[in-house]
T-cell receptor, first 112, second 116 residues
Framework: DAGITQSPRHKVTETGTPVTLRCHQTENHRYMYWYRQDPGHGLRLIHYSYGVKDTDKGEVSDGYSVSRSKTEDFLLTLESATSSQTSVYFC???????????FGNGTRLTVT | AQSVTQLGSHVSVSEGALVLLRCNYS??????LFWYVQYPNQGLQLLLKYTTGATLVKGINGFEAEFKKSETSFHLTKPSAHMSDAAEYFC??????????????FGAGTRLAVHP
């Protein structure tokens, strides 16, 4: 398995609080992604990174920000959590453009 | 923009029966296509991929898929289902974006149940 660690694995938080999810990889891959998974929607891209300090928005980026200060870490921040952000969040990495993505085991976030 | 449609959110088969999971895509350029499998409480695992060349692609666990350009389809099949195949399956197409980079667009998923 690709060396991808997501933390925490589970989190419950209250509406309006900031939350940061972490993705750590040991593969030295250039590309990193954050997806959210919701029933009936499959996986939707939130943000992605194509290098240190190089990030861009995906299709559902509102309410989320990311940072990548090191190759191995990609952080996803919910600036002020809302109930609509209750979801399972997956980090993925890939070695090159058009390479398959390798996924972490996900973080289940509940916003009450 | 690319999109993916998976026909049937739930499919149920008997053990030993043929598995057929349907995927249709839309793309204005030659696509890269993928099938992923997700077991409960786990991330997604790559089953197989089509990039160029042979249109029949073989993957892990006995699965295969055929790229049919004329039908814009990439259906996943397995001749004989096993209980361990019960999982959720996602079809995805690779979308190119500015800068030459790519990202995956996923279908909504098909949950496969296998009964004795």
């Amino acid at each position: 398995d690709a060396g991808i660690t997501q933390s925490p694995r589970h989190k419950v938080t209250e509406t309006g609080t900031p939350v940061t999810l972490r993705c750590h990889q040991t593969e030295n891959h250039r590309y990193m992604y954050w997806y959210r998974q919701d029933p009936g929607h499959g996986l939707r891209l939130i943000h992605y990174s194509y290098g240190v300090k190089d990030t861009d928005k995906g299709e559902v980026s509102d309410g989320y920000s990311v940072s990548r200060s090191k190759t191995e870490d990609f952080l996803l921040t919910l600036e002020s959590a809302t109930s609509s952000q209750t979801s399972v969040y997956f980090c993925a990495i890939s070695e090159a453009a058009n390479s398959p993505l390798h996924f972490g085991n996900g973080t289940r976030l509940t916003v009450t | 923009a690319q999109s993916v449609t998976q026909l049937g959110s739930h499919v149920s088969v008997s053990e030993g029966a043929l598995v057929l999971l349907r995927c249709n895509y839309s793309s204005s350029v030659p696509p890269y296509l993928f099938w992923y499998v997700q077991y409960p409480n786990q991330g997604l695992q790559l089953l197989l991929k089509y990039t160029t060349g042979a249109t029949l692609v073989k993957g892990i666990n006995g699965f295969e898929a055929e790229f049919k350009k004329s039908e814009t389809s990439f259906h996943l099949t397995k001749p004989s289902a096993h209980m361990s195949d019960a999982a959720e399956y996602f079809c995805a197409v690779s979308e190119s974006f500015s800068g030459g980079y790519n990202k995956l667009i996923f279908g909504a998923g098909t949950r496969l149940a296998v009964h004795p």
